[in-house]
Structures are given as structure tokens and as C-alpha cells.
């Protein structure tokens, strides 16, 4: 079955530790994108790839990093930098630019202690 | 930058009543699409119309578009209670340069009641 999967779907961090998510697929997919959302609200993007090896800030890009090193992979690290980190962290992928729709993982679950 | 708002935050039905959800946005637009989140999981696309679209169908979903109003409007007929979920629009701004960046409103959580 082709799909996004993101890990882990629960996350519990200490403060001033840095966290990765992990997000994978097997669509094939050149772009990829990371949201946040927070409750009741609304999407944020963080970061998107379009490529391999190349990637692009998002709105709220500050205390998060990624790397693109593999077309299939697109992990996301929320740095100690990052505020207020605890929200629900969400993967998706498009076949690429002018595509339209959207292609979600589950989610990763993060909860700062 | 949240571009679209969605209205009502929240509606409640019965099972076989229509339910009408809208959405309004700021700029100029390629494309616009609604999304369905239930509880805890990813979101799961259900429908684009493309800014020349004035209306656009699939099975029991039905989205207009306004671009001179800058909103659009998903109606779901003959809901059931496995419609219950939050929906989203997202905008596909025309100045992003066709990079899928899309822009998510607040949603509307949707209850149907048995």
C-alpha cells in the first residue's frame, strides 16, 4: 500500500531536549511539506521540499530544522530553540508543483514536559 | 498567515439533514481544496475546483466558489454519522509560484447525530 507514514505517533520530551519525527513515503512523490496544528486551529506550514536536497522555510520555520537527503524521506527536528513545541506535527507529500491535492501521514503526537 | 476562515467553528445535525459549511479567503487564488480530519488523524483531501470553477460535484459533496466574493461553500447532503469529522479549506495562493504551499483555515467540526 502506498502512503506516508510518520513516526512516532506519541512523542514526550523534556525541555531543552531536541526531538526527531520521522516521516517516510512510497508515492513517489517529489514535494514534500511539514504542518503544525495546534488545537482548534488551523495548519501551519514549517518547512517544504520540492526536491532532493533542497528545502524551504515555511511560515513558522524558527526552532525547527529537516533535511531532504532522500526523495522518500523528510524527518523534521524540533530544536530547544523552539518555544512552545508541544502540538500535533503533520506530513504530507504532492507529486509535485501544480498538483493540487495534498497527501497526509497520521501524525506525531509531541508533549513537552 | 491564515488566509481562509471557515463558518460556522461548529455545527450539529441530524443523520440525513444537509450540512453547509463556508469558507472565506484574502487574495487571489489557483485553486482551492477541502480537507477532512477526524479525530487524532491526518487530514484526507476530498475536493479541488480551480479558480475558474464556479461549482464542482462528487458523490454526496458539493463546492461552489465566488472568487469575486472570495469564498466558497462545501455542502454535504444526506449526512450520516460517519460524516462526523472537522473540514477544512485551504488556498493555493497565486502568487506561491504552484509550490502546493497551502494556506488552512481554523475548519468547522462537524457533529451528526444518529
Known amino acids: 500500500d502506498g502512503g506516508i507514514t510518520q513516526s512516532p505517533k506519541y512523542l514526550f520530551r523534556k525541555e531543552g531536549q531536541n526531538v526527531t519525527l520521522s516521516c517516510e513515503q512510497n508515492?513517489?512523490?517529489?514535494?514534500m511539506y511539514w504542518y503544525r496544528q495546534d488545537p482548534g486551529q488551523g495548519l501551519r506550514l514549517i518547512y517544504y521540499s520540492q526536491i532532493v536536497n533542497d528545502f524551504q522555510k515555511g511560515d513558522i520555520a524558527e526552532g525547527y530544522s529537516v533535511s531532504r537527503e532522500k526523495k522518500e524521506s523528510f524527518p523534521l527536528t524540533v530544536t530547544s530553540a523552539q518555544k512552545n513545541p508541544t502540538a500535533f506535527y503533520l506530513c504530507a507529500s504532492s507529486p509535485g508543483p501544480y498538483t493540487g491535492e495534498l497527501f497526509f501521514g497520521e501524525g506525531s503526537r509531541l508533549t513537552v514536559l | 498567515s491564515q488566509q481562509g476562515e471557515e463558518d460556522p467553528q461548529a455545527l450539529s445535525i441530524q443523520e440525513g439533514e444537509n450540512a453547509t459549511m463556508n469558507c472565506s479567503y484574502k487574495?487571489?487564488?489557483?485553486?482551492l481544496q477541502w480537507y477532512r480530519q477526524n479525530s487524532g488523524r491526518g487530514l484526507v483531501h476530498l475536493i479541488l475546483i480551480r479558480s475558474n470553477e464556479r461549482e464542482k460535484h462528487s458523490g454526496r459533496l458539493r463546492v461552489t466558489l465566488d472568487t469575486s466574493k472570495k469564498s466558497s461553500s462545501l455542502l454535504i447532503t444526506a449526512s450520516r454519522a460517519a460524516d462526523t469529522a472537522s473540514y477544512f479549506c485551504a488556498t493555493d495562493p497565486l502568487l506561491s509560484g504552484g509550490y502546493n504551499k497551502l494556506i488552512f483555515g481554523a475548519g468547522t467540526r462537524l457533529a451528526v447525530h444518529p
Open positions: 508515492l513517489n512523490h517529489d514535494a
Open positions: 487574495t487571489s487564488i489557483n485553486n
